[in-house]
């Protein structure tokens, strides 16, 4: 762009001493310059535009997938209790205080906690084996396995991930009952995909002895690690019969717009004046994390993109100009006998779109080649998607056709006698 704008005011500095107002040429390696310069801007331009959109399909394919759960203004707390609560007891009880003071509070729906929440970046469950009661000892292979995670009553209510068969958690699921347990949707379909998992028994082993399990419901699958990532197969147990000491509390406020982490900070303090709170945050933003590099992408891309437009533009617009200014008088004598709008525009432009043409053509082809590159950073787009393809070559042709216009519709919109006073 720059040298064709020192090739243009150079030609300014000619047409003011120049006997007669004739502008004096740069030469034929002039001219291929300044062709190939706009050839390759619109090139780039393409290639970056092609990225911007591609990842702009891919950002918004992705934050339209359903996370499995109806819960993003809700709050997160997560805390660590092993060395205040030494025993099993002690730990139940504390998080059986601390919620239902948390529930009793002004503006909270509903509440429950969990040992790992989605999109939470500390997660402390383990894809762990478990047996499956009936069924011929597996070879280590074959072995069942499964994330375990220990959640409250109240949890799946609060998170609003859908019961798709069965009963969840309950108050009477405690240490003194029988075991139960609850998988999901992807752990249904992996180990039972023909029979009604309800009933069957499973020997799970969380924090102590392998203890059996019976199946008592099935939840819907949750995309545990992010929005890209499929779900993943798990079993829950309840904290009662399983009280780790390390859990997160979901807190699903009644008004989304009123805050409420202090609130909730004050009631858990209430149970426990020293409490440590190791995270305090918001479920929106822990899924906003989950996609920030992937927006930080789309905002390089979308700046560059950007700039390499308006560059393009501008070296479209300058060879127009450039040209149009070599043939101002001729463009002058034509309209004065009386040629037509569309006559000069055929004139100064009819090549010129052919260099618009090539550049959208190298343009295509350099993105079809990088753009394979692209394929870890998109989501429900392919590297090569034709919509997108065709989306923003159209896009630049436009804006190379309007930079192409302008300096032309100047010149047919002055009066041909003064064109030529001019030249």
């Not at 499973?202 to 992010?226: K, N, T």
């Not at 499929?230 to 000491?245: D, I, K, M």
């Not at 034509?334 to 090539?358: E, N």
Request: hydrophobic fraction near 50%; aromatic fraction near 8%.
């Amino acid at each position: 762009g720059l040298v064709v704008f020192l090739q243009l005011s150079r030609t300014e500095i000619q047409r003011s001493l120049t006997h007669g107002g004739r502008v004096q040429t740069s030469g034929f390696a002039g001219k291929r310059l300044r062709h190939a310069i706009v050839v390759a801007e619109i090139a780039v331009a393409l290639v970056l535009l092609i990225g911007t959109g591609l990842l702009l399909r891919s950002f918004s394919q992705l934050l339209a997938v359903d996370p499995g759960f109806d819960a993003a203004d809700g709050a997160v707390i997560e805390t660590h209790v092993w060395s205040r609560y030494a025993t099993e007891e002690e730990r139940a009880l504390f998080f059986a205080n601390s919620l239902a003071a948390i529930v009793a509070l002004p503006g909270v729906e509903s509440a429950g906690a969990v040992s790992s929440l989605p999109f939470l970046p500390t997660r402390i469950d383990k894809n762990n084996a478990f047996g499956i009661v009936g069924r011929p000892a597996p070879t280590p292979a074959d072995q069942p396995v499964g994330f375990h995670s220990v959640v409250t009553p109240g949890y799946f209510e609060a998170m609003g991930i859908p019961l798709r068969r069965g009963r969840l958690f309950t108050k009477l699921d405690a240490a003194e009952g029988a075991y139960v347990a609850l998988i999901n949707e992807t752990m249904r379909d992996r180990y039972w995909p023909e029979v009604d998992p309800i009933g069957a028994s499973i020997v799970v082993r969380s924090m102590g002895p392998a203890r059996l399990h019976e199946i008592v419901g099935v939840v819907g699958d949750v995309r545990h690690a992010g929005l890209d990532r499929s779900p993943r197969a798990e079993l829950f147990v309840p904290h009662r019969q399983n009280p780790t000491g390390s859990m997160t509390y979901f807190i699903r406020p009644s008004d989304p717009e009123t805050p409420i982490l202090e609130s909730v900070r004050r009631a858990m303090w209430s149970v426990d004046k020293d409490l440590a709170i190791s995270t305090a945050t918001t479920l929106r933003d822990l899924m906003a994390e989950s996609v920030a590099e992937r927006r930080l992408s789309l905002y390089l891309f979308s700046a560059f993109a950007a700039i390499a437009l308006a560059l393009a533009a501008i070296g479209v617009y300058s060879l127009i100009r450039f040209t149009t200014m070599q043939t101002a008088r001729e463009i002058g004598l034509r309209m004065a006998i009386g040629a037509t709008g569309w006559d000069i525009v055929r004139l100064v432009l009819g090549k010129k779109l052919l260099l618009i043409a090539c550049g959208l053509v190298l343009g295509g082809v350099g993105a079809y080649v990088l753009s394979r590159f692209m394929a870890s950073l998109l989501y429900g787009v392919t590297p090569t998607d034709g919509r997108t393809f065709t989306a923003m070559a159209l896009l630049l042709a436009v804006v190379a056709l309007v930079a192409s216009y302008i300096p032309v519709r100047r010149i047919i919109d002055g009066e041909p006698m003064r064109v030529l006073r001019d030249e």
